[in-house]
Each structure stands twice: as C-alpha cells, then as structure tokens.
C-alpha cells in the first residue's frame, strides 16, 4: 500500500521569503509523484510532476521540487512568495505504470503568505 | 478547449436519501476519476471510469457507484446518504494512457447532507 505524509500542516511565511513544503511517501513499488494547489473554492490545479529523469523538477509559478529517492521525499519549494501563493498545496503519488490514474494524496499543506 | 466541468456545484439533501453527481470531461478525454474531500479524512479516490468500464476502485461502501457514458460523461450515485457523506467531491479527467498523465480537476460539488 501505498502512503503519503506532508509533514507540515500550516505554513506561514511573509511575502518574498523562501518556502519549503515538506512531502514523504511511502511505497513498496516505483511511483509518480506529484504536487497539486487548490485555491478557495476551486478543483486542483497540477504545479509539477516527476515521472523519471532528473530528480529536480520545475512548475508552473516558479515552483521547483527535488524527488530523493534514499529519503523518499519529494519536497516543494519556492526562492520567493507571493502574496497570490496562498492557497491549499497537495502532494500525491500513483503507482508508475499502471493502467488507471488512481492518485493517494497526502492531508494537505495550507501556505499563508503576508505582507 | 473548456474544461472540466461538474453538476451542480452545491447540494442539499436529508439523510437517507440519494443523490447523483455529474461530470463532463475535457473533450477527448477518456477517464473519469471522482475523488471525496472532507477535512477530517482529506482527499480519497472513489473509482475511475475509462471507456465505460470501471477501472479502479477505492475503499468505499457500495452505497458509491458510479458509471460513464460513450461521450465520456459520468455520473457517481450515493445512495441512503448518511451524515457523513457531507463533503466536496470532485471529478478528474484525463487521457490516461499511463498513470502519470496528468489529472485535471473540476471545481467540485458541494453536497451538505442533514
């Protein structure tokens, strides 16, 4: 079975800081990974994904993650946050390769921005 | 290209009733997934349907079931709703040829259950 932990629940930071968002999973077969951002009152928008390659990834809004797979991690991060950056942010995994799309999603990280 | 796209967005219903939720996919997609968002439980995947077949399923009462339609249409039933059932629940679609297409996501329903 397949586990995924965002090891912060609540993340405040001021406007223009560094961020990180933190993400273990745990699998017993190889995984995809991803990282998901709903804002208020809306669906899930896909930031990034690591499917294989190099183990640094970058997205959409400047956000870039580095998959480590001796630590299982796959965390998220951000040289510099806007105000615009808060919203709920997700971490997921699926099972590399197999027919269907189900995704196991971690409880969720709720990033504030302020100014 | 629109995108996907839920009926309806808010719900009320009493307890024991049932309930059936709609969602239309990007066009030329083939899967449908419905996940439940609560906050106590967070995200969890239901089923999702590819080609009118279910594909897979996650770990809900059989009160849940969905189905899909040759436009790729779905609809997901809850029947003699329970308290509990209260949540967001949203539809992805996707082209699905390999678990790591990407999802895309509605904006959900917001079924209240009282």
């Known amino acids: 079975a397949q586990s995924v932990t965002q090891l912060d629940s609540q993340v405040p930071v001021f406007e223009e800081a560094p961020v990180e968002l933190r993400c273990n999973y745990s699998?017993?077969?190889?995984?995809?990974l991803f990282w998901y951002v709903q804002y208020p009152n809306q669906g899930l928008q896909l930031l990034l994904k690591?499917?294989?390659?190099?183990?640094l990834v970058k997205g959409i809004n400047g956000f870039e993650a580095e998959f480590n797979k001796s630590q299982t991690s796959f965390h998220l991060r951000k040289p510099s946050v806007h105000i615009s950056d808060t919203a709920e942010y997700f971490c997921?995994?699926?099972?590399?390769?197999?027919?269907?799309?189900?995704?196991?999603f971690g409880k969720g990280t709720t990033l504030s921005v302020s100014s | 290209k629109a995108g996907v796209t839920q009926t309806p967005r808010y719900l009320i219903k009493t307890r024991g009733q049932q309930v059936t939720l709609s969602c239309s996919p990007i066009?030329?997609?083939?899967?449908v997934s419905w996940y439940q968002q609560t906050p106590g439980q967070g995200l969890q995947f239901l089923f999702e349907?590819?080609?009118?077949?279910?594909?897979n399923k996650g770990n809900f009462p059989g009160r849940f079931s969905g189905r899909q339609f040759s436009n790729s249409r779905s609809e997901m039933n809850v029947s003699t709703l329970e308290l509990g059932d209260s949540a967001l629940y949203l539809c992805?679609?996707?082209?699905?040829?390999?678990?790591?297409?990407?999802?895309?996501f509605g904006p959900g329903t917001r079924l209240t259950v009282l």
């Open positions: 699998s017993s077969v190889s995984v995809y």
């Open positions: 066009s030329g997609h083939r899967s």
């Open positions: 349907y590819f080609s009118e077949t279910q594909r």
């Open positions: 997921a995994v699926s099972t590399a390769n197999q027919a269907g799309t189900a995704l196991i």
């Open positions: 690591y499917l294989s390659g190099s183990t």
């Open positions: 992805a679609s996707s082209l699905a040829r390999t678990s790591g297409n990407e999802q895309f």
